[in-house]
């Protein structure tokens, strides 16, 4: 007889879990970005997309998403590539077409400046968010990113260049047997930390 499924966590309740277990200090900048990205447009509807809550609407598709690290949280724009960054706010280059702002503090949520990033990035043409969103965004293994948390390195992890994740998420993902998937997580964590890409 055939177990019945327990039915699974909404994208809402996802988003919200998220949120709620985000570092003290993340939690109010998290807030107040929710706010300015409704305030921006009220057509930008939320989803969880690669472990991580993305807005989108109909006709640019996705748009933004709020990341949550250890230190900072960030404002991710799918195709920021293309934006005039005209207040000089993006951290640098991100993966291809994505750029990003980073907070560590609610009182760098400049409301206005990052509505006008946000209305902005909505009247973009669609499809090249989701291409680029789709090459460079990897779903990291559960127990892979306990163990990159544990030893302070999810960061650095990714920060890597999409190449080099997808080969770590790989060769996790490959292992045969539980106790060969240990040692590839606690041997791709020790690279890490000492800052080797995957080779």
């Known amino acids: 007889m055939a177990m019945p ?14 949120f709620a277990q985000a570092p003290a200090f993340a939690q109010p900048i998290c807030e107040k970005l929710r706010q300015v990205i409704a305030t921006a447009d009220p057509a930008l509807t939320s989803t969880w997309k690669w472990s991580v809550p993305v807005y989108e609407k109909k006709g640019p598709g996705l748009v933004c998403a709020i990341g ?46 990052l509505v006008e990033y946000i209305r902005a990035a909505t009247q973009l043409a669609p499809g090249a968010a989701a291409k680029s969103a789709e090459r460079t965004v990897i779903e990291i293994p559960e127990d892979l990113k306990q163990a990159l948390a544990q030893a302070q390195q999810l960061e650095r992890f990714e920060q890597l260049a999409y190449t080099h994740r997808k080969e770590y ?12 998937r240990e040692n590839r997580i606690l041997k791709t964590v020790e690279r890490i930390t000492e800052g080797k890409k995957f080779s």
Request: no cysteine; glycine share 6%; hydrophobic share 35%.
């Open 5 to 18: 499924k327990l039915p699974s966590e909404s994208s809402d309740q996802k988003i919200e879990t998220y």
């Open 68 to 113: 949550v690290f250890k230190q900072h949280v960030s404002l991710s724009f799918f195709q920021g590539a293309l934006l005039e960054d005209s207040h000089g706010l993006f951290t640098g280059q991100d993966a291809k077409g994505m750029r990003s702002i980073k907070f560590t503090q609610v009182d760098q949520v400049q409301e206005e400046v």
């Open 169 to 180: 998420v790989r060769w996790v993902l490959e292992a045969k047997r539980p106790e060969t």
